[in-house]
């Protein structure tokens, strides 16, 4: 029987194994400074903060643990997004409820301890994000421990950080007791074959549901767009998904937020019995 | 700073990501009921157990454990012979002297204890074995916990039972101080590029150096001597390594204790300052 964390670690490396993933690494591509073999040592090396998270480490605390250990390797950030999901999920899952509500629980008891460990985890990995709006730069996430005592001046959790977040995926699932990983997470386990195959239709499915944040972040909303409208083409059989997982990776047109989702969903599919 | 279990973790995660290595599972091929996945899952499920061999419990113990969380998916035998030389690599790694004198030490340090977890261990996976020698099967590991009274009754530690293990190329590795290990861990030092791309050039250095005791025993030793004769050619140019994975894998040629020994190089090779 795994433990929750290693569940948790599984997730992370069957998520980059499945393939095709139109834009990003899988099993089959590599970025030219981002490879396969990143994604391997990040997942090895968030495994005790994951690990933490399941003793009940406060969520901040094993969320940077983990994005520390996970940056112990030469490609930068392949796995920060993921692990804001998993750390919170893996909690929910210690404490006996990995459901919407048993997730929200937790999101909702962090405290301005938690919001402060989760800003120091960037100063672990370069994390490309948006410009924060206009009058808020003092609490931007660049300025990793330095917003430290601006968060705690204000009183703010990690879920009020959270709050403030828009337009950004992960955010939202926390803010909302993470709908679409638990949808997909059904999806995973109705699904048939291999755990990687079901990630990677997984991934298809959730790009096509909604534009991913990342890809707007680094290669802006019309970018967003196609990759959202060529993923349902993908879906309804009028583009080949290898065919535009090679063309995503050439143009650099990568959907982080909807891999950090894809792979938060085979994280409650194997807790709900996915197996491997 | 990884730990070295983490390091032998990783060691794992990096071979079988290694391509191409004729006849094995890699990053671009799987067997028909053995998948990349499988291996991804017993690379998970062994780190409790060598986080117990970093920690210094017995080695037969910690080998135990390893190999039971290995089993926890549904590909069969994984990695049972690379955790067999990674167990002790980590314990000599631990006490500070990961050397041939140092593994040589841990070797001669086991006890009946030891092989007695040995045993056990193949009661947690079906291996496939060479037919003991003539008279004598009461020690015949298939056996598993049954014949620990046998070896209780003669005093064996494990360092005797691989003593007996003629012919099994892991064995030979734990009588003679890991010898190819350690030579193949400074060639994969020497070498360049990405660290699983050193490692499908190792494992294919160490199929052309010695004929494999895996495809001996499960596939005769007239496809034991081509397979080595058949590297030879890859290095020197004569055959595409590409075509020839395709080939094995097809032929059902799995030179598994050349993947061995070239996870437990790459494991020696990340702890003495390969970079990933």
Redesign the interface.
Known sequence: ??THA?NA??AL??EV?GTPKPGNVD??RDHEDL????F??G???S?AGLRAAESGAPVGEAFEAAVAGMS???GGNTQFGCLLLLVPLVRAAAAGDLSEEGVRAVCDATTTADAAGFYRAFEHVDVAVADPPEGTNALDVRRGADAVPELEARGLTLADVMARSEGDGNAREWREGFPRTFREAERILDDDG???DRGARAFLRLLAEREDGFVRTTSGPEAAREARERARACLDGEEDPETLAGEFVERGINPGTTADITCAALYVALERGL??
Chains 1, 2 share one sequence.
């Open positions: 029987m795994r290693e670690e599984l490396l069957l194994a099993r089959a490879r396969f073999e990143h391997l040592a997942a090895v090396g495994a112990d390797q030469r291999p755990a990687p197996a491997v």
